[in-house]
Protein backbone atom coordinates (compact mmCIF):
# COMPACT_ATOMS: atom_id res chain seq x y z
CA UNK A 1 0.00 0.00 0.00
CA UNK A 2 1.23 3.49 -1.24
CA UNK A 3 1.24 6.16 1.72
CA UNK A 4 1.76 9.00 -0.38
CA UNK A 5 -1.56 9.77 -0.54
CA UNK A 6 -1.32 10.67 3.05
CA UNK A 7 1.10 13.64 2.66
CA UNK A 8 -0.08 16.68 2.78
CA UNK A 9 2.18 19.41 0.76
CA UNK A 10 1.61 22.86 0.56
CA UNK A 11 1.63 25.32 -2.66
CA UNK A 12 5.34 25.83 -4.31
CA UNK A 13 7.13 28.48 -2.46
CA UNK A 14 8.29 30.05 -5.54
CA UNK A 15 5.44 30.18 -7.42
CA UNK A 16 2.23 28.73 -5.45
CA UNK A 17 1.70 25.64 -7.78
CA UNK A 18 1.26 22.44 -6.87
CA UNK A 19 3.87 20.20 -5.88
CA UNK A 20 4.26 16.75 -6.58
CA UNK A 21 6.17 13.41 -5.57
CA UNK A 22 8.67 12.26 -7.89
CA UNK A 23 10.54 9.26 -8.02
CA UNK A 24 13.75 8.42 -10.00
CA UNK A 25 14.80 4.95 -11.27
CA UNK A 26 13.12 2.77 -7.90
CA UNK A 27 16.16 4.75 -5.47
CA UNK A 28 15.40 8.27 -4.48
CA UNK A 29 12.58 10.95 -4.51
CA UNK A 30 11.80 14.47 -4.50
CA UNK A 31 9.25 16.46 -4.37
CA UNK A 32 8.75 18.98 -7.97
CA UNK A 33 6.31 21.21 -8.83
CA UNK A 34 4.66 20.68 -11.71
CA UNK A 35 4.57 24.59 -13.07
CA UNK A 36 7.71 25.83 -12.08
CA UNK A 37 10.29 23.14 -11.70
CA UNK A 38 11.39 23.89 -8.29
CA UNK A 39 12.14 20.91 -6.61
CA UNK A 40 14.05 19.53 -3.24
CA UNK A 41 16.90 17.32 -3.18
CA UNK A 42 16.70 13.99 -4.06
CA UNK A 43 16.74 11.81 -1.14
CA UNK A 44 18.02 7.40 -1.50
CA UNK A 45 16.28 4.68 -0.13
CA UNK A 46 16.72 0.94 -0.47
CA UNK A 47 13.50 -0.28 0.39
CA UNK A 48 9.63 0.08 1.30
CA UNK A 49 10.29 1.32 4.69
CA UNK A 50 13.30 4.00 3.68
CA UNK A 51 11.17 4.83 0.19
CA UNK A 52 8.19 6.41 3.16
CA UNK A 53 10.50 7.62 5.17
CA UNK A 54 12.41 9.70 2.29
CA UNK A 55 9.17 10.77 1.28
CA UNK A 56 8.02 12.38 4.53
CA UNK A 57 11.14 13.96 4.83
CA UNK A 58 10.93 15.53 1.80
CA UNK A 59 7.60 16.37 2.47
CA UNK A 60 9.04 18.05 5.30
CA UNK A 61 11.63 19.80 3.32
CA UNK A 62 8.91 21.12 0.85
CA UNK A 63 6.60 22.53 3.52
CA UNK A 64 9.66 24.02 5.23
CA UNK A 65 9.81 25.63 1.94
CA UNK A 66 13.87 24.12 1.34
CA UNK A 67 13.86 24.31 -2.77
CA UNK A 68 15.85 24.43 -5.31
CA UNK A 69 14.73 27.17 -7.81
CA UNK A 70 15.57 26.36 -11.40
CA UNK A 71 16.90 29.49 -13.03
CA UNK A 72 15.67 30.61 -16.50
CA UNK A 73 16.74 28.10 -19.45
CA UNK A 74 16.72 25.14 -17.25
Known amino acids: ?6 IDL ?16 GWCLYIQCVDCGARTA ?7 AERQEAA ?3 AMN ?11 GE
Open 10 to 25: EDCPCCGGVGSIEEEG
Open 62 to 72: WNLRKVISPGP
Open 42 to 48: ELSYQNE
Open 56 to 58: RRA
Open 1 to 6: MDHFAE
